[in-house]
């Protein structure tokens, strides 16, 4: 009765994800969620990301997104 009102479902990016780098733990999560927070804070590191240029940033996309389709 209590909790999520969805259910539990699977999603085939996180069992690929999940596949491709056997990391289930959810403390890996938090730790990169607060990475996340901390840099979010930093102007100089996002603005490191945002001189990126476009053509390594859709590479990247593309091997990661191919990663988790995996």
Known sequence: MF???SGCT????????????RVG???VIQIAAGFMIFFS????FG???ASVPF???VAL?????GLVGE
């Open 61 to 65: 996309y593309c091997v990661l997104f």
């Open 10 to 21: 699977v999603s085939a990016e996180n069992v690929g994800l999940l596949g491709s780098t």
């Open 3 to 5: 909790g999520t009102l």
């Open 41 to 44: 804070i930093l102007g100089k």
């Open 47 to 49: 603005a490191l990301f």
């Open 25 to 27: 733990s959810r403390r």
């Open 55 to 57: 053509p390594i940033f």
